[in-house]
């Protein structure tokens, strides 16, 4: 095994790192690659809006805490609304339009807090003078890739996919809606003729709700930027594309030569468990437990649907170590059928999603495909848990698969942050798709040029072919007459 | 740095691994792979037609010679014609119609012997009886993907590339012809409109290219496995793609998630120079010295053409240990504009290649375009090789962007072939588009279903609004005949 980067690391020793993270869930993963970049020497700086209620302070790196022009109070009204929404069933697309409208009520206003920072001269000036050499940032806001553009430092994104495919059009990564399922459309990479024709029609439509969803961030660019720059456009100068996805759980489809896997960062390491916890694990009896959690955004929940669970670890307002609890010490008790072990695989339990809200309900999609069961209806939930469970060979499998990795994901993170510190960008991956138009791209005029040359062709030629007979024609009925 | 991966080598150690290459230069990369996976304790039976000249017995492989119709001299009399073509100025469709003939001419006689190999029962059954976790191919020939096929063994391929891009339409990878320049077009990744027609004419030919260059490869297929299967629909079966090749000298383009890049994995290891040509680099003055190769394959060069070339090392026939004298000791004299080794990065001097035949021409216009140098003419040659070497400061900058990577492509390939055999394929990287045709890929039932809704509705409404209309009209001269 010869590691040859390790040979230049020298070369960004000092690397200097503006980190533009989006509160929430979000951070909590790329805390992790922030850290590492730390031990590995480097200088950071994240940017926190004074609201933040998970961005902390910490050793290893600094903060600089901005005022924003809202009150946390503010900010997580726009999430009241979600819980009374989510646990109403609905149709597909009122889901869509709730999660649009949702995306735009929580981000408009952290847009203006964006604003403040732009116009904050004396923040400006001191960043500036900073001299970073990348800015590593969520692209769920808009404001690290408008400082990127105008500090001109090379941008590179963490996250794990963006509102209607954002991420996939701005890269300019091909999504074939014949294999390659639109976000929120619910279907697999096998289609069926009337699933294709639905994701056809959403993928048609894509363009539009990004339009939509990305108004206030497009007005916020063009006002700080060229006029008539996108958001999407602004995005696609970013150097490196952090997925924080593999394809055990992701459909397989194309990839562009700037975008990297890192599916798996957010379990890399384990700590021990806090007491309380670590009791409850070791204490009831022999059929293990199981760890429910409806991620870190959820507060409320209807009495009748909680009724639906039972035996259950419950986690559904703050912070639960669930890593920790998915450790691979064999913690828990392997004599049920239900949730068995199995520690040299590193694999203990499965999650299973109970889908709410954002892309909850395509990672649920994709794992059930994967997991041959199929689990739509929320009323049969806690009966299709257990029926779930039983698939723990498959389970077992996809770990292995999923763990079966050169690099493990958070040095391939690391590696491609400094990757592009070291080369101030990535310019070698960057297609050149970039530099066409919609038309120029899917060749429209190419074609329509084609098609001009191939109907004057055809037109002359008939056009000679029926002078030629009316000639022939004439000079037989001439020489008919002369006859 | 953690290695997952190494905790899984013991599953395999003792993977038997068949190997069938391809002759010649091909086998030359090919033979690094096999040797390191000896070293790491597999199992190895390489496949060699009688008539080979570069692949021989070893200590880290087993042979089978396997006797074919054809005799060593018949098989390289095909090249003959080349020589005399390759240095004559013709058309680029000239060119391409020569490289399918000879690739036509020099691969048909091996697929009969490929043939002897399917019909040699003791030789088959003894073949069977091994149990080989993986079949490790090269797949210019077709013999090993129908081996696969036939023992139910998982493939990875080991390749460039393929004719007429056979490889991308195998692999479903999207190629969008507005900025993948097509192969043999000459084209680069950024076109002017009448590049892009002549691109996207050349696109549009590719399969019927394709069609006609394996031609004898599907003949073969369909005789020995289903009916009418062709030898890309064989090929799309494998599981994992190892390209030698890595975007500093490759255009950025779409990938699919089971396409690995190993670029320079043929550039890894080091060797000491024989006597004489260690006499010849320490002898001759200040200047360094210039490599000159036309490849493993040609043997004649006409004498005017010989003449344009001085000072240079010549090797024009046999097997010259390139890479050992481009290694990173500070052999190259380094007074010298011309050839500078910059020995911390690794980089000693860059090849400027004389395109000849097959990719080289594409390549040629890769290097090209990467080092804002242009060398299309070949009586300019000599001249433009000077301007070009003082291209360095690029050569050194694209030399450092490809050394740096985060795993070497030898220990890639090693563990992509491993994966393979350690999970029995790469299921969960195989795109879903292989189960599509070709209607179903391109979406144009669905967007036929929807013109068809679309013109439906157009007429209906129509109709309704030519009804109303003359209903109105009607009603109103009936009140005014009433009047």
Same mark, same amino acid.
């Given at each position: 095994m010869h590691f040859a980067w390790l040979c230049c690391l020298g070369l960004v020793q000092g690397g200097k790192v503006l980190v533009v993270p989006?509160?929430?869930?979000?951070?909590?993963?790329?805390?992790?690659?922030?850290?590492?970049?730390?031990?590995?020497?480097?200088?950071?700086?994240?940017?926190?809006?004074?609201t933040s209620s998970v961005i902390h302070g910490s050793e290893s790196y600094k903060t600089e805490v901005y005022p924003v022009?809202?009150?946390?109070?503010?900010?997580?009204?726009?999430?009241?609304?979600?819980?009374?929404?989510v646990f109403r069933k609905s149709s597909r697309m009122t889901e869509l339009h709730n999660n649009v409208q949702l995306f735009i009520d929580y981000t408009s206003i952290q847009v203006n807090g964006c604003e403040r920072v732009l116009n904050n001269q004396s923040l400006m000036t001191r960043l500036r003078k900073e001299v970073f050499d990348l800015v590593l940032t969520d692209p769920v806001l808009p404001c690290s890739s408008i400082l990127a553009n105008v500090f001109s430092i090379p941008t590179v994104y963490f996250l794990r996919g963006l509102l209607c495919d954002l991420d996939l059009q701005a890269s300019q990564c091909p999504s074939p809606p014949s294999y390659v399922p639109a976000y929120f459309s619910g279907n697999t990479d096998i289609m069926t003729f009337p699933q294709r024709v639905t994701n056809m029609a959403m993928s048609f439509m894509q363009p539009y709700v990004c339009k939509m969803t990305f108004r206030h961030f497009d007005d916020l660019v063009s006002r700080y930027l060229e006029n008539k720059t996108t958001y999407k456009d602004l995005l696609s100068h970013g150097a490196v594309w952090l997925l924080r996805y593999d394809f055990t759980?992701?459909?397989?489809?194309?990839?562009?030569?700037?975008?990297?896997?890192?599916?798996?960062?957010?379990?890399?390491?384990?700590?021990?468990?806090?007491?309380?916890?670590?009791?409850?694990?070791?204490?009831?009896?022999?059929?293990?437990?199981?760890?429910?959690?409806?991620?870190?955004?959820?507060h409320n929940m209807p009495e009748e649907k909680a009724k639906q669970f039972f035996d259950v670890l419950w986690r559904y307002t703050g912070w639960l170590p669930q890593n920790d609890l998915l450790g691979p010490t064999p913690r828990l008790k392997s004599s049920s059928p239900?949730?068995?072990?199995?520690?040299?695989?590193?694999?203990? %339990?499965? !999650?299973?999603?109970?889908? &709410? #809200?954002?892309? +909850? $309900?395509?990672?649920?999609?994709?794992?059930?495909?994967?997991?041959? %069961?199929? !689990?739509?209806?929320?009323? &049969? #939930?806690?009966? +299709? $848990?257990?029926?779930?469970?039983?698939?723990?060979?498959?389970?077992?499998?996809?770990?292995?698969?999923?763990?079966?990795?050169?690099?493990?994901?958070?040095?391939?993170?690391?590696?491609?942050?400094?990757?592009?510190?070291?080369?101030?960008?990535?310019?070698?991956?960057?297609?050149?798709?970039?530099?066409?138009?919609?038309?120029?791209?899917?060749?429209?005029?190419v074609i329509g040029f084609l098609i001009i040359i191939l109907l004057t062709?055809?037109?002359?030629?008939?056009?000679?072919?029926?002078?030629?007979?009316?000639?022939?024609c004439r000079h037989g009925a001439a020489k008919r007459k002369s006859e």
């Open positions: 989006a509160d929430g869930s979000h951070w909590l993963s790329m805390k992790i690659l922030v850290k590492e970049l730390y031990h590995r020497g480097h200088e950071i700086l994240v940017l926190v809006p004074e022009p809202y009150t946390k109070e503010e900010l997580y009204q726009k999430f009241d609304r979600l819980e009374d929404d759980f992701e459909w397989p489809r194309p990839l562009m030569p700037n975008m990297v896997s890192i599916g798996g960062i957010n379990c890399a390491k384990k700590a021990p468990l806090p007491a309380d916890l670590e009791e409850f694990v070791n204490g009831p009896g022999e059929d293990g437990f199981i760890i429910f959690t409806l991620g870190s955004m959820l239900m949730v068995e072990p199995t520690v040299s695989t590193r694999v203990s %339990v499965m !999650l299973c999603p109970f889908p &709410l #809200f954002g892309d +909850q $309900l395509d990672n649920v999609h994709r794992m059930v495909r994967n997991m041959d %069961v199929y !689990l739509n209806e929320y009323s &049969l #939930f806690t009966l +299709q $848990l257990w029926y779930f469970l039983s698939y723990k060979e498959k389970v077992v499998e996809l770990s292995q698969v999923h763990l079966d990795r050169p690099v493990e994901p958070l040095d391939t993170a690391v590696f491609w942050t400094e990757f592009v510190m070291r080369h101030k960008g990535a310019a070698h991956l960057r297609v050149s798709a970039h530099d066409l138009n919609w038309i120029q791209y899917h060749s429209l005029d062709v055809l037109f002359v030629t008939v056009k000679c072919c029926l002078f030629c007979t009316r000639k022939c």
